[in-house]
């Protein structure tokens, strides 16, 4: 009668656990990354009876989770690949929308600026038309240090969002180290394992992929190691290592503002520099990404284009004359040539973007009297002479205009002297019919490729000349060349020929391509500049146009990822409610069914008392 007894109360006992279990299920369908549970019984060992083995009932012998630990890696992994993309693809939309906007960007504001100097052009004596050009260069400087203001608002949000990070990062470190030792004392082996435990810490893993990469070792004692980067411990057993932020040195010399990322060695102040290059996905890497390249490109990019600009215009402002004839004093734009000095002699692309900040911020307008731009010639042509005195000239070529062409690498730019004199002579019948004599070294004179009816030379010394002119003669002729003195009788005859330079600026190749390289974002000192202020600017914006496209393909591909292996997961780990209720009736039945055996059992054992 024992026996009966006995298998009814360990039926009772498993259908009362396996209702206990899927009770559990049921509550926490909505909990985040629970495993559904399963209770895992066997047949009790059988006892021999004479006529064979008997059956005891049943034995519980674990509550498991349902959990495949490969597929769980891959949630790890897409989740952090998802996350990363996803804090590039947030950047580089601002990045984006600032550099492409009509209103915000810098095409406007320069196509605004030449137009004013092509309107001077027209009346080079009017000081509003001069006070025009200031104003518009004002507000081309304004633009660079709007744009240079919202993308350092884009690099700072990035540092707090690393910071911020960094601070979660070490919360859920901390977290797991907890439950390591929670899951390491309530651990009995053969199954019998903290199972909601287990569930917490690997969602605990999971929220810290979102923020950095993890690589997780399960300890043979249950405990999880959780390491970073190229192995750098974040969790060792009970134990958890700090991550922290610092900027500037050792890791960033070169700028003290860039952040970088450290292990903190417990019980000490000393630090392992992580390479972030290596994290590997997560928030965090995202950011440091975003920031340490196409923050770095951009703000590189502009601060080029300030620094070029300024000093071409600065260049040939200083070949020219002001309105009372003197030669130019003032630069037109703040000089920045020491900060590409800088750029260049940095070593880091952290250093070359440090030094292209500090430029986009000193980038403004020098001159303020309208009479001091320098709109008219620093040269000019005499009337032509004969070679030979005998003869009478049939006609005189005439210089209508004669001008300087600044140089637009950091060489010398020198001003044509006055001793000794600047011939040009003019030989009938030659192509071109000029040459220069300057000093007695005759320079041929070619037509010029991007001006029509413009020639032009270049001098040993290095004055570059551009002129035009009218007339030809029969006789071989000699036009001297010299420079203006801002004498009174010089002032009736100034013209617009160096501003017209200064217009041509807009299509001249002061760029020279940003290195496709993730290692430098500044070209080689000497290297051809090959594109226009604007056609450069586009390249920049095709840059983060490109970049911004690119990230969002891979963002979508990675979320798709995600999704998938998030349902691979629910199909395996998930709570099915029509399962579940399944179950219940199940065990409802099997739990009605033993009761009814120990029933059973208690009339048998009372008939037999009654036979007494």
Do not use: C
């Amino acid at each position: 009668m024992s026996g009966i007894f006995s298998i009814g109360i360990s039926g009772l006992n498993a259908a009362r656990a396996a209702l206990d279990v899927t009770s559990h299920n049921i509550s926490n369908v909505n909990t985040d990354g629970y495993n559904r549970q399963r209770l895992s019984q066997s047949a009790a060992t059988p006892q021999f009876v004479g006529y064979g083995y008997a059956g005891r009932g049943v034995d519980l012998y674990a509550v498991s989770r349902l959990y495949d630990s490969f597929m769980d890696e891959q949630l790890q992994n897409v989740t952090a690949s998802s996350s990363g993309f996803q804090a590039q693809a947030t950047a580089l939309s601002d990045i984006d929308n600032l550099i492409t906007d009509a209103n915000a960007g810098l095409s406007n504001q320069m196509q605004g600026f030449y137009a004013s100097l092509q309107t001077l052009s027209q009346q080079p004596a009017s000081i509003a038309a001069r006070q025009s050009v200031i104003s518009q260069a004002e507000s081309l400087s304004g633009r660079f240090q709007s744009m240079n203001t919202r993308m350092e608002e884009v690099r700072n949000g990035l540092i707090n969002q690393i910071n911020t990070s960094v601070d979660g990062v070490n919360s859920y470190a901390r977290q797991i180290a907890a439950l390591n030792e929670q899951i390491l004392s309530l651990n009995q082996g053969e199954g019998r394992v903290p199972n909601d435990l287990l569930d917490q810490r690997d969602t605990l893993v999971r929220d810290l992929n979102k923020l950095i990469k993890t690589d997780v070792v399960e300890q043979s004692d249950g405990m999880y190691s959780v390491y970073i980067g190229q192995g750098h411990p974040l969790v060792i057993g009970e134990t958890s290592y700090e991550m922290t932020m610092t900027r500037g040195a050792p890791a960033q010399p070169e700028d003290p503002e860039a952040p970088s990322l450290a292990i903190k060695l417990p019980g000490t102040n000393n630090t392992v520099v992580l390479n972030s290059q290596l994290i590997g996905g997560g928030s965090i890497a995202g950011a440091m990404t975003t920031l340490q390249y196409d923050v770095a490109r951009v703000q590189t990019d502009l601060g080029r284009m300030a620094v070029e600009f300024s000093d071409a215009m600065n260049r040939q402002q200083a070949l020219g004359v002001d309105l009372n004839g003197q030669p130019a004093t003032a630069p037109m734009f703040a000089d920045l040539t020491a900060f590409r000095t800088n750029a260049e002699n940095a070593t880091t692309p952290a250093g070359e973007a440090k030094a292209m900040r500090d430029a986009l911020r000193r980038f403004a307008v020098a001159v303020q009297d309208p009479a001091q731009l320098a709109v008219a010639s620093g040269i000019q042509a005499g009337a032509a002479v004969p070679v030979d005195p005998t003869e009478v000239p049939g006609g005189k070529p005439a210089i209508t205009a004669i001008w300087q062409v600044s140089n637009l690498s950091p060489a010398a730019n020198p001003l044509l002297g006055a001793a000794p004199a600047l011939a040009l002579n003019y030989i009938p019948g030659n192509t071109p019919p000029f040459e220069a004599d300057y000093g007695g070294t005759i320079v041929p004179v070619t037509q010029s490729a991007t001006q029509s009816g413009v020639y032009e030379f270049t001098l040993a010394s290095g004055e570059h000349i551009a002129f035009k002119f009218e007339g030809q003669a029969a006789t071989a002729q000699t036009i001297p060349v010299t420079p203006r003195t801002g004498a009174a009788s010089e002032s009736a005859q100034l013209d617009n020929a160096n501003l017209l330079e200064m217009a041509r600026l807009q299509t001249r190749p002061l760029m020279a391509a940003t290195p496709n390289s993730t290692s430098t974002f500044m070209p080689a000192v000497g290297a051809a500049r090959t594109g226009s202020l604007q056609s450069f600017y586009g390249q920049t914006v095709s840059y983060v146009g490109s970049r911004t496209n690119v990230v969002q393909v891979s963002l979508t591909a990675q979320e798709a990822a995600l999704q998938e292996v998030k349902l691979k997961r629910e199909s395996l780990s998930g709570v099915n409610l029509d399962e579940e209720a399944a179950n219940l009736i199940r065990y409802q039945q099997a739990y009605q069914a033993s009761s009814k055996v120990i029933q059973v059992a208690q009339e048998i054992f009372q008939s037999l008392l009654d036979l007494r």
